[in-house]
């Protein structure tokens, strides 16, 4: 009778050290100390707290079999299915990374239209052309050659006097013979109207001798030359009509 109650007891005892176990790897696991008078913890009923006090009076016999040696190593090496491990959740980035736009805005062609048409006039006037010169006469005359002690502009007879029955006092003439030329300035009036006409050319000019004969070689000559008017001269106009006016002007040619 002893015996069985032994073998009870000892069952009992190894029951509550599987529990306290399978208990501390629970919490081991979970991180939860749970209640040793919970629930699910076996409650220990009066008969058997009776048998636990007449083992402990009685000295303790070894288990009679491996049984309970191997339901404590059983319970210690495998742990409850509910107490494994929970697989971490590891939030993984988003792949989606916005990347920066590479458009480039351009201005819009209505807004440049805007702009140029905002853009305030140019207040700089425009440059008048300037007024274009008559071109001053040239072309062929006949001249002939004088010599007098005093002209109608005062001066005294020189190498240089030419006098024109058209052109002012003071223009300055080029005279072309032959290659040779010479510059003279009009000092005097003539020839004649009746002078200016006998010529198959009107005679517009007439030369100093000195001129003359540096030209031609003879001071007294009338001859073919070409004439060129250089500057206009301010002076007084002996007419301003007759035989070979146009010619004298330019609006003809000799």
């Not at 599987?18 to 209640?35: I, K, R």
């Not at 959740?89 to 989606?96: L, Q």
């Not at 010599?147 to 223009?171: F, H, I, K, N």
């Amino acid at each position: 009778m002893r015996k069985r109650a032994r073998q009870a007891l000892t069952a009992t005892a190894a029951g509550t050290v599987l529990v306290c176990a399978v208990t501390a790897a629970h919490a081991a696991v979970t991180g939860e100390t749970p209640s040793l008078l919970g629930d699910d913890t076996p409650r220990v009923l009066p008969e058997a707290a009776a048998a636990m006090a007449v083992a402990e009076a009685a000295p303790a016999a070894p288990p009679s079999g491996p049984t309970a040696g191997s339901s404590l190593r059983s319970a210690i090496a495998s742990p409850s299915p509910t107490a494994s491990a929970p697989s971490p959740t590891v939030a993984s980035p988003s792949p989606a990374v916005a990347s920066p736009s590479l458009a480039v805005a351009s201005p819009s062609p209505t807004a440049s239209a805007l702009r140029a048409m905002a853009a305030p006039p140019s207040s700089a006037p425009a440059a008048s052309p300037a007024p274009k010169r008559p071109a001053l006469p040239a072309g062929v005359a006949t001249a002939t050659s004088f010599w007098d002690g005093q002209t109608a502009s005062g001066r005294p007879m020189r190498y240089e006097t030419v006098a024109s029955p058209y052109w002012p006092l003071g223009t300055t003439v080029k005279i072309t013979y032959r290659g040779r030329s010479a510059k003279g300035v009009v000092e005097d009036f003539g020839p004649a109207e009746w002078a200016v006409a006998q010529h198959d050319i009107p005679a517009i000019l007439d030369l100093s001798e000195e001129m003359m004969a540096d030209l031609t070689g003879t001071r007294s000559d009338t001859v073919h030359v070409r004439f060129q008017v250089l500057k206009w001269g301010k002076g007084g106009v002996y007419r301003h009509s007759g035989t070979g006016y146009g010619l004298a002007m330019g609006k003809e040619k000799g």
